[in-house]
C-alpha cells in the first residue's frame, strides 16, 4: 500500500493512524483498557513530534515513533497537484 502525505490532509487523522501503527500488536488482543491507554500514550507522543510542524514535516518526523517494522518508508515526493511524499507501507499487521 502506498500513502501519499500532504499539507492539506487533515492533522488529527495522520496522528491517529501513526498512533494505531505505534500500538499494533504491543498489548494483550483481549485487555480493551490497556490497548486505549497504549493508545493515548502513543497519540501524546506523537502529536508532541508533529509539534507546530506542517503535516508533511510533522508526519516525518513523527514516524520515527513507529517501530521500525511497520514504518513507511519514503519512496519519492511528487509536486503536483500540491507537494506531497510518497510511503510505502511495509507488511503491517492487521490491526493497522
Known sequence: RVHV???????????EGLAWRV????????????EERVHREATRSIE??????GVR??????LQLV???RRCELIGRVAKPWPADVY???DAPEEV
Open 88 to 90: 510505502l507501507d511495509p
Open 23 to 34: 500500538v499494533a500488536g504491543t498489548y494483550p488482543e483481549d485487555d480493551e483498557e490497556a
Open 67 to 69: 517501530p521500525e517494522k
Open 48 to 53: 508532541a513530534a508533529f509539534g507546530e510542524r
Open 5 to 15: 502525505v500532504h499539507d492539506h490532509m487533515d492533522r488529527n487523522d495522520c496522528i
Open 57 to 62: 514535516e510533522g508526519y516525518a518526523a513523527a
